[in-house]
């Protein structure tokens, strides 16, 4: 099994990561023995993957920075780099090998003081490995002037350090930034693909393994969950019988009430876990008493915390609550397709009762409307508007058509 078996439905970007890995094998090879280094080398110092949610674009980086830190000795007998069981390979991809840092956020954005630090590892050369590989995988999340101090490490990068950027689109990264990087586009994975992953890779049984994958039209980490979490299917289950309950003004606010309920709950869950330990973990550190109490002058220290515990709970809400909007969107997908006769297969073939219900009782041009205000609310919500007034307005507009 090589590094790259979890690129699902990515033949193209799977051949430039490979061929780039077999450049990258040939220059450190050529360093080290003191030969000179090939030049039409297909390795370059920083990547940008982009492409849809759930295609793989962290999956991606992180199987190119194993293949970078391939260490078999089949490469010697022209063997491609990433093999996915050498030392290099195995502790690249369970985030244990010192030369391959991946960075991801549970928070809104990455900040000045975060990237300055990321700036600062990446002037070191290689600790043990081939390389120092930065996997960014929400290149997306940084702020401008987070953008700026990262722009500065890829204008004058170090001589083995690769920065792997991950983002949803090429307008999510500075002009300047992805001018200087190579660009690989990722699309979303064939439904037949995911299923088959869902059943090699996690065990999932393939009727359950092909549900999951066709309603979520692909994305691999939604499948996964959908598949593996009874708690998610419920959710999903209760999201798409909200279009039958807003037939009356008070079931659209009771509708809105629940689904931030529930978001705020899929944050609650998450978070306290977290939380807790992360807390004990700083008393530690910072000398705490038996009795609980701190020592003077880490109050300070306790706060900036808590602050980021509470902004991590508020981006989780968020994704709680967009994954809501995401599958509501699909069911009205698939509500405009039947009533447009189409031949495209319905991903939630489960909900077909209420597929047919809402397809019979409207028309075509009043559920393009209800998907419009679906993104509507999806906006409001990045544009920090309270998500209780933005999903309120949302059931309205569904009601209204």
């Not at 061929?19 to 280094?37: F, I, M, N, Q």
């Not at 009771?254 to 869950?269: C, M, N, R, S």
């Not at 419009?372 to 544009?383: G, K, P, Q, S």
């Amino acid at each position: 099994m090589t590094v790259w078996d979890d690129l699902v439905g990515q033949d193209r970007v799977r051949e430039q990561l490979s061929a780039a890995a077999r450049d990258a094998d040939t220059l450190v090879t050529a360093h080290s023995a003191g030969k000179p280094v090939p030049t039409g080398s297909k390795m370059t110092h920083a990547w940008l993957f982009t492409g849809p949610p759930g295609s793989g674009r962290s999956t991606a980086a992180r199987a190119f920075a194993a293949a970078l830190q391939c260490v078999s000795p089949d490469r010697a007998l022209g063997g491609e780099p990433g093999c996915g069981f050498c030392d290099g390979c195995h502790t690249s991809l369970i985030g244990t090998h010192a030369d391959v840092e991946v960075v991801r956020t549970d928070l809104l954005s990455i900040g000045v003081k975060e990237t300055r630090e990321l700036v600062r590892r990446a002037q070191l050369s290689p600790a043990g490995g081939r390389w120092q590989a930065i996997v960014l995988e929400d290149a997306d999340r940084l702020t401008e002037g987070a953008g700026n101090v990262l722009l500065k490490a890829v204008e004058e990068p170090a001589p083995r350090t690769v920065w792997l950027l991950c983002a949803p689109s090429l307008e999510d990264v500075l002009p300047t930034i992805r001018s200087r990087c190579r660009h690989l586009t990722l699309r979303t994975p064939p439904v037949d693909a995911v299923a088959d992953v869902l059943v090699r890779r996690d065990g999932v049984d393939p009727e359950r393994a092909a549900s999951a994958a066709r309603a979520t039209q692909g994305h691999i980490g939604r499948a996964r969950r959908l598949a593996t979490d009874e708690r998610a299917r419920s959710r999903r289950a209760a999201v798409l019988k909200l279009p039958l309950r807003i037939e009356e003004i008070g079931g659209c606010f009771k509708a809105a009430q629940e689904l931030i309920d529930t978001a705020t709950e899929d944050a609650k869950q998450v978070s306290e876990e977290i939380d807790a330990k992360e807390t004990e973990e700083l008393k530690a550190a910072l000398g705490a008493a038996a009795g609980g109490r701190m020592p003077r002058g880490t109050a300070g220290v306790m706060k900036e915390l808590e602050d980021r515990q509470k902004r991590r709970k508020t981006r989780t809400q968020r994704d709680s609550l967009d994954l809501a909007l995401t599958e509501l969107t699909g069911f009205y997908r698939d509500v405009l397709a039947m009533q447009m006769g189409s031949r495209i297969a319905i991903a939630n073939t489960d909900a077909q009762d209420a597929l047919d219900r809402v397809a019979g009782s409207s028309t075509a041009e009043r559920t393009l409307r209800r998907i419009e205000a679906v993104i509507a609310c999806r906006r409001a919500l990045d544009r920090n508007v309270a998500p209780l007034l933005a999903v309120e307005a949302m059931t309205m507009a569904l009601r209204a058509g």
